[in-house]
């Protein structure tokens, strides 16, 4: 079961209120959104997996009726595209929320390789429509493109030793399942029994960024979200990794001396021990809150 992250701070700094519009530009499973709803909110929401969709479609399918919520089959990078073909015109939603992470959901049952239990291909794609997956990124790029792709969107300090001993691997024959690339990083890396996270982690969360695109996503989507919000309403990012809050915090800053929004605090916020204890998928995030001027 997905658990959002950073709720109740999301909900408190959205500043509902209620019969306005609000943005959820990655709706996972929706629980940021029901929240928002439940808060009197109405919500649109925008997700890449069409697996999410059509869950969304069911789970809120009242909502949908009433004309209080309404989903797209979309990356969030493509606000202007879909809001305007549409027929919505700016400035229209009194907040918007994006949260930058995976859901449980995706990891666990997608059967697409976010995850490391088991084999599955060699996938990683949040978007079936999209064209290269994982699988073509370690059989096709040269050996120090990997070194860079590891290191530089997971900090992998084992990158160069990675990537070579993947390089080795594949001129036997290509790689394919998620076991498989497990097995190579285990190799390299090693398991202590007293470790938490999975060796593996880094490796993969490089890849699906790297499959996905997600830090050009992430600027294309700042570029546009601005102009969608009302005056005093809220934008709030949850970002996961330090390239990503990075270009988060380097955005607000700059729009806050362009006079465009003011930083509701110039630190991100942090979950709760109690919630890095009851989920340790939160235990990265960052959540930045801005309100446009």
Request: aromatic share 8%; with cysteine.
């Amino acid at each position: 079961m997905h658990i959002p992250v950073l709720l109740n701070e999301v909900i408190d700094n959205l500043k509902i209120t209620p019969g306005k519009w609000y943005l959820d530009g990655t709706f996972g499973r929706g629980g940021h959104t029901k929240k928002i709803l439940g808060a009197g909110g109405r919500v649109v929401a925008f997700d890449m997996d069409p697996e999410a969709v059509e869950a969304a479609k069911k789970s809120l399918s009242k909502q949908i009726e009433t004309g209080n919520f309404i989903i797209f089959h979309a990356n969030f990078n493509q606000i202007d595209e879909v809001l305007q073909q549409a027929s919505y015109e700016p400035p229209f939603f009194a907040g918007a929320l994006f949260d930058l992470g995976t859901s449980s959901n995706q990891i666990e049952d997608s059967q697409r390789g976010f995850s490391f239990q088991g084999s599955e291909p060699l996938d990683m794609r949040m978007d079936p429509r999209l064209g290269v997956t994982a699988a073509d990124l370690v059989n096709a790029l040269p050996e120090r493109h990997l070194k860079n792709l590891f290191w530089e969107y997971a900090q992998e300090t084992q990158a160069s030793r990675i990537a070579s001993e993947i390089v080795r691997q594949r001129e036997k024959q290509p790689l394919t399942t998620t076991d498989e690339l497990v097995a190579i990083v285990t190799k390299v890396k090693g398991r202590r029994p007293d470790r938490h996270i999975h060796p593996a982690t880094k490796v993969f969360q490089a890849l699906r960024i790297a499959v996905n695109t997600e830090m050009d996503n992430l600027e294309n989507m700042l570029k546009q979200v601005l102009e969608w919000i009302t005056p005093d309403g809220r934008l709030l990012v949850i970002s996961f990794h330090e390239g990503e809050d990075r270009i988060v915090k380097q955005t607000f800053k700059e729009w806050e001396r362009q006079g465009k929004v003011s930083q509701i605090q110039n630190k991100p916020i942090m979950p709760s021990e109690e919630e890095r204890q009851e989920n340790h998928r939160s235990r990265s995030a960052k959540l930045r809150v801005c309100q446009k001027q």
